[in-house]
């Protein structure tokens, strides 16, 4: 239930604000607080002192002085709590643990080869504990988990639509809440990688992005005005499901010709599959993106064609972002990062020659220097920040 104006909800925004500006900004005295929030001293110095008894904030010592007594200075502590950042992919579950910055301390990798719930639950039940056992001693422990899932996601964590998994009206947070007593966050895959881009990686500094999540499928977390955006009823970004072929394939959402489709990393193996198992001998599950990386590195044309053609079909879709969305930059993460040396040419070529020039001009696109880590980071971050934040008042908000 929302709080009224009073005074107890000024202080909780102050107290707030004073938490951002030290997390954001510090080593930062007192007075600096001060100067920069606007806040007078003695509110600073106040809530300074709630947030050091809470174990969020410690003096560190004297700073240089100004003329006068030098300042006491004051660091955030990221070590007080930690949280886990889940990446459910279709066909991998990668999990984090973050400290309230979103440094890794903790990671655990395992591969799905049966996307079915009775399968998967327990794997990622599993993967959790795993990580949660390697939570240091602090404060406040797990301060929240959170979940990046390939597909739509209501704001009460109910996974409606997984086609790349077969799942619909899944209640995962329930699921996750109450085996680990713990709050979970449950977002798209893609926005989530958005968010942690935004936070961590080429993103930094960027207020207008698009974050596409090329993997088995592709998804897409877009950010305007630095504000992760959802659409009316949060489910924006199924730009996978762009149709760039009228009487295309058929999809797992139902309809054809989707761009996911033409330029995944399934719509790679798929054709790997095809052209490589009758000459190699392999079976279809010993060829994936490592083995075809592999190939290519080693200068087989047929392999390098493959991966010139799937950077032709991103270019078609990341054309389409940029001429609906006019970004000032192109984020593409995921597992078809490992590709970039052969993808990255055909991309620019594409873009170059079929985006609009007023919209493609000062746009850049880059390949996630986060690796395969933009969503969980994210899952992670979005589980702080929901620490953090509470009676509608957000303490990250000014990060995104």
């Not at 404060?139 to 390939?150: C, E, N, Q, R």
Request: charged residues 20%.
């Amino acid at each position: 239930m929302p709080i009224t104006g009073d005074q107890y909800l000024i202080k909780k925004i102050n107290k707030s604000i004073v938490l951002n500006t030290i997390r954001n900004k510090c080593p930062l005295s007192r007075a600096q607080i001060s100067e920069l929030t606007g806040l007078n001293k003695a509110t600073v110095s106040t809530l300074v002192g709630e947030l050091i008894e809470e174990n969020l904030v410690y003096e560190i010592g004297p700073g240089k002085s100004s003329g006068g007594r030098r300042p006491v200075m004051l660091l955030f502590n990221k070590l007080a709590g930690y949280a886990i950042g889940v990446d459910l992919g279709v066909n991998y579950i990668l999990t984090v643990l973050t400290d309230l910055q979103g440094n890794i301390v903790g990671e655990e990798t395992c591969e799905l080869h049966n996307r079915s719930l009775d399968e998967v639950i327990p794997l990622l039940k599993k993967s959790i504990q795993s990580v949660s056992n390697q939570t240091p001693k602090c404060t406040y422990g797990i301060v929240g988990i959170g979940i990046g899932v390939p597909g739509l996601v209501d704001d009460k964590g109910l996974v409606l639509f997984a086609p790349n998994l077969g799942w619909k009206n899944v209640n995962l947070k329930e699921m996750i809440a109450t085996e680990f007593n713990t709050p979970v966050i449950i977002d798209n895959e893609a926005n989530a990688g958005a968010y942690g881009e935004k936070l961590f990686g080429v993103g930094k500094g960027i207020s207008n992005l698009v974050y596409v999540s090329a993997g088995i499928g592709i998804g897409t977390g877009i950010i305007l005005n630095n504000e992760l955006y959802r659409g009316r009823s949060g489910f924006s970004g199924e730009i996978g499901h762009l149709i760039i072929e009228v009487n295309g394939k058929k999809c797992s959402c139902g309809n054809k010709g989707c761009w996911e489709l033409y330029a995944s990393e399934r719509a790679l193996v798929e054709e790997a599959t095809s052209l490589l198992s009758g000459n190699s001998g392999l079976g279809k599950e010993e060829i994936d993106l490592s083995y075809l990386v592999k190939l290519a590195n080693q200068g087989k044309p047929e392999v390098i064609r493959l991966f010139n053609q799937i950077g032709e079909y991103l270019g078609i879709g990341i054309t389409n972002i940029i001429n609906t969305f006019n970004p000032e930059m192109i984020i593409i993460g995921n597992r078809l990062t490992m590709a970039e040396p052969w993808i990255s040419n055909p991309i620019h070529r594409v873009v170059e020659n079929r985006s609009l020039p007023y919209h493609r001009k000062d746009l850049r696109i880059e390949f996630s220097n986060l690796s395969v880590y933009s969503s969980a980071l994210g899952a992670a971050s979005l589980a702080v920040s929901s620490f953090f934040s509470g009676d509608e008042v957000s303490i990250l908000q000014s990060r995104v």
